[in-house]
């Protein structure tokens, strides 16, 4: 079965500062990966996605990830964060065909003015 | 386009009831998938339906159950209420059913069970 593994339950970043959210996955080929976002009291906002092609994929919000297939890792960053970014941070994944989404333990994110 | 609604937001039950919670996707989707989030397990799939046929189920007990009508519109009932079922119920609804398309999810509904 396929798993997902965000290893950093909380990351705590200065605005302005880089981010990079870990992300591994275990599955036999290469799934559908996704990058969702939910802040408090909210449901899940898709940032991005990646399913074939181009290894960089750029999202929303200026996030972007890139897809490692030598290292099954589908990181996230961002260049500067903002205040606003401060959420929780998923990390999904689907075989091809279906909607049923495998997510990660969550990465929490603050950010410090 | 309205986002997907579910209802209720908020619900607090006894131990042992049963629960019926709401799911209105968007306009033209015609999956839904349900989802349970608690602090302990984190985000679990629980079941897909697609022009009203569950078509994935997770690994819960035969007491969560759903289902969907004509209009899309989906139901998920829990029965026999254990404090375990308190957690935060997500909707999400697709155009299609399969992983090319992206899953809109809703602000869910937060069940407490006392």
């Known amino acids: 079965a396929q798993s997902v593994t965000q290893p950093d339950i909380h990351i705590t970043v200065s605005e302005g500062a880089s981010l990079e959210l870990r992300c591994n996955y275990s599955?036999?080929?290469?799934?559908?990966l996704f990058w969702y976002v939910q802040s408090p009291g909210q449901g899940l906002q898709l940032l991005l996605k990646y399913f074939s092609g181009d290894t960089l994929v750029q999202g929303i919000k200026g996030f972007e990830a890139e897809f490692k297939r030598s290292q099954s890792s589908f990181n996230l960053r961002k260049p500067s964060v903002h205040w606003s970014d401060a959420a929780e941070y998923f990390c999904a994944v689907v075989p091809g065909g279906g909607n049923k989404l495998t997510f990660g333990t969550g990465t929490q994110l603050k950010v410090e003015l | 386009k309205a986002g997907v609604t579910q209802t209720p937001r908020y619900l607090i039950k006894t131990r042992g009831q049963q629960v019926t919670l709401s799911c209105s996707p968007i306009?033209?989707?015609?999956?839904v998938s349900w989802y349970q989030q608690t602090p302990g397990q984190g985000l679990q799939f629980l079941f897909e339906y697609f022009s009203e046929t569950q078509r994935n189920k997770g690994n819960f007990p035969g007491r969560f159950s759903g289902r969907q009508f004509s209009n899309s519109r989906s139901e998920m009932n829990v029965s026999t209420l254990e404090l375990g079922d308190s957690a935060l119920y997500l909707c999400a609804s697709s155009e299609i059913s399969g992983a090319s398309t992206e899953a809109f999810f809703g602000q869910g509904t937060r069940l407490t069970v006392v």
């Open positions: 306009s033209g989707h015609r999956s």
């Open positions: 599955y036999g080929a290469t799934p559908y």
